[in-house]
T-cell receptor, first 114, second 113 residues
Framework: GEEVAQTPKHLVRGEGQKAKLYCAPIKGHSYVFWYQQVLKNEFKFLISFQNENVFDETGMPKERFSAKCLPNSPCSLEIQATKLEDSAVYFC????????????FGAGTRLSVL | QQQVKQSPQSLIVQKGGISIINCAYENTAFDYFPWYQQFPGKGPALLIAIRPDVSEKKEGRFTISFNKSAKQFSLHIMDSQPGDSATYFCAASMSSGTYKYIFGTGTRLKVLA
């Protein structure tokens, strides 16, 4: 598609439940980035992929967070055993080879952990 | 060294005025500096970007000024309009790294009609 598609728009989970977020990058884009935006507007980089390979995972809280990008499927970000502090908007961005710096963002998934 | 400092936190400008938002960075390895506009409930949208080999870039009413020696860059919005009211984020990334963005903390702009 012509835009980064993120689903769902809003996800509500009780503490300790699992949350799974999806991202379909722009067609032809081989890089996917995940960012977390918390209430004070701060963006935190989580993880990036080049095709289905992890490119940079330095921002991932590895204990409970995992992510995948499999061929012919939307990328996913999964949080096991959610905590209150995981409440945030999670953005996915994609970019194309040769122009990796230019990242196009989806509309985000708002995760509310109650 | 990985931080990007952005100011002001909020800005109110009259319609037709000039909005100026500033960012500063420490890491000289950064080589791509985009500005994003974000409306409530939406994702960030790329406005304009610059690389350190130029000192200014203009696209319509939006201009980036870049000062490599001071490690600062700024966004100027000329003839500001109420429709420009949004949150603006600067960012920086490294082509020699993994291209991840380091974002500034955002500036909430309100343009009064």
């Amino acid at each position: 598609g012509e835009e980064v598609a993120q689903t769902p728009k809003h996800l509500v989970r009780g503490e300790g439940q699992k949350a799974k977020l999806y991202c379909a990058p722009i067609k032809g884009h081989s890089y996917v980035f995940w960012y977390q935006q918390v209430l004070k507007n701060e963006f935190k980089f989580l993880i990036s992929f080049q095709n289905e390979n992890v490119f940079d995972e330095t921002g991932m809280p590895k204990e409970r967070f995992s992510a995948k990008c499999l061929p012919n499927s939307p990328c996913s970000l999964e949080i096991q055993a959610t905590k209150l502090e995981d409440s945030a908007v999670y953005f996915c961005a994609s970019s194309q080879k040769g122009w990796v710096n230019i990242q196009y963002f989806g509309a985000g998934t708002r995760l509310s952990v109650l | 060294q990985q931080q990007v400092k952005q100011s002001p936190q909020s800005l109110i400008v009259q319609k037709g005025g000039i909005s100026i938002i500033n960012c500063a960075y420490e890491n000289t390895a950064f080589d791509y500096f985009p500005w994003y506009q974000q409306f409530p409930g939406k994702g960030p949208a790329l406005l304009i970007a610059i690389r350190p080999d130029v000192s200014e870039k203009k696209e319509g009413r939006f201009t980036i000024s870049f000062n490599k020696s001071a490690k600062q860059f700024s966004l100027h919005i000329m003839d500001s309009q109420p429709g420009d009211s949004a949150t603006y984020f600067c960012a920086a990334s490294m082509s020699s790294g993994t291209y991840k963005y380091i974002f500034g903390t955002g500036t909430r702009l309100k343009v009064l009609a």
